[in-house]
Nanobody, 125 residues
Framework: QVQLVESGGGSVQTGGTLRLSCTAS????????LGWFRHGPGKERKGVATYDRDGGLMYADSVKGRFTISTDNAKNTLYLQMNSLKPEDTGMYYC???????????????????WGQGTQVTVSS
């Protein structure tokens, strides 16, 4: 059974820092398409940062220079380092994984095969 479990969310003030973790069980994250997605209040779910199968990175314009996606294959864990947080970063953050066979990458709007349960991030002004 595949499980993705996020942790690390919380409440911070503007300018604060959080690091989200997503640990996988029953599934190896190496050489997969991976991503972090945000579902803000009253908004649609949107991609924040993704990896393609070859390690290529993609960031939403709103988080470039502030957020960093990374992996630790030994721990089978995906991370999202979030610096200089803003109120508009508030939302439920989900990690996702997909074998992405074929092209080896997925567009922002793709429905990844596996999703975590989410971790809440709240940034106050």
């Amino acid at each position: 059974q595949v499980q993705l479990v996020e942790s690390g969310g919380g409440s911070v003030q503007t300018g604060g820092t959080l690091r989200l973790s997503c640990t996988a069980s029953g599934y190896t994250l190496s050489r997969q398409c991976l991503g972090w997605f945000r579902h803000g209040p009253g908004k649609e779910r949107k991609g924040v940062a993704t990896y393609d199968r070859d390690g290529g990175l993609m960031y939403a314009d709103s988080v470039k220079g502030r957020f960093t996606i990374s992996t630790d294959n030994a721990k089978n864990t995906l991370y999202l380092q979030m610096n200089s947080l803003k109120p508009e970063d508030t939302g439920m953050y989900y990690c996702a994984a997909d074998p992405c066979a074929g092209m080896g990458w997925l567009p922002w709007e793709a429905d990844y095969k596996y999703w975590g349960q989410g971790t809440q991030v709240t940034v106050s002004s």
